[in-house]
């Protein structure tokens, strides 16, 4: 019998693979990741993208199959995101959990960093790594930002994230989804999300390793280089409050 897929949507460094990483070591549940992006290519454009979960969770001897859909993924999969819901729906029994990021500048900022380096991820053997001493400084263009593999002004960025937001928000209202902060559920202690994740599939949670760590715990102030520009690009806008947070 096929695994029952979890499909968790975010826009990207909200601590996903921090949860997921916790989440496969469960013996119940089953974690890919993002098997539509483009870094792991496992999803080549081709066929049904609802199938091609189901396939993957197929091939799975657990319960539960979790796998990540981003929101600048809609790009590679020709589906709309309602349609693309409406077919995990079909497909079987489907769970969606909604991991948002309220900070979304800092998104940016952490994207761009990890550009930089070379280094998405930061991830011990047995236990989380150290955080870094000392943080690594970016431009943050507010004209023509690169990110997700495109350009755009900042705000347009950041017009889209609260679209997305809002478009998932509404397409799972009657679906019961699993709602997660990142600011309240995963940067205090992973295991929050964890253990809130385990109860609402009815399954206890086992002890588990936190292996990952944070890519950029400092203020903004220290990360952005232009930071003066970029906080006059956001002045009076409602994402000013975000170079603070």
């Avoid at 996903?16 to 890919?32: A, F, K, R, Y």
């Avoid at 900070?103 to 070379?118: C, D, E, P, Y």
């Avoid at 209202?173 to 609402?200: M, N, S």
Wanted: charged letters at 25%; aromatic letters at 12%; one cysteine or more.
């Amino acid at each position: 019998m096929a695994a029952a897929i979890i499909c968790m949507f975010h826009i990207g460094r909200a601590g996903s693979t921090v949860l997921g990483d916790m989440l496969n070591q469960h013996p119940s549940i089953g974690w890919e990741g993002e098997i539509y992006g483009p870094r792991r290519q496992l999803w080549h454009g081709q066929g049904d993208p609802a199938r091609f979960a189901w396939q993957r969770a197929a091939s799975l001897p657990r319960r539960w199959y979790g796998f990540e859909f981003k929101a600048f993924h809609v790009r590679f999969i020709d589906r709309t995101l309602e349609e693309l819901v409406a077919a995990y729906r079909a497909g079987g029994t489907a769970r969606f959990v909604i991991l948002r990021r309220e900070n979304t500048l800092r998104k940016i900022v952490s994207t761009a960093v990890a550009r930089a380096t070379g280094q998405f991820h930061r991830v011990g053997r047995t236990a989380a790594p150290p955080e870094p001493g000392a943080p690594v400084r970016v431009r943050i263009d507010p004209h023509a930002h690169f990110i997700d593999r495109e350009t755009r002004p900042l705000v347009e960025f950041l017009e889209g994230f609260d679209r997305f937001h809002a478009a998932i928000d509404a397409i799972l209202a009657a679906d019961a989804p699993l709602r997660l902060g990142y600011e309240t559920d995963v940067l205090g202690d992973p295991q929050l999300a964890y253990r809130a994740t385990c109860a609402w599939l009815g399954e206890d949670p086992v002890p588990v390793v936190m292996r990952f760590a944070r890519t950029t715990p400092f203020p903004l102030r220290d990360v952005i280089e232009n930071y003066g520009e970029v906080a006059a690009a956001l002045e009076g806008t409602r994402w000013a409050w975000m170079l603070d947070g």
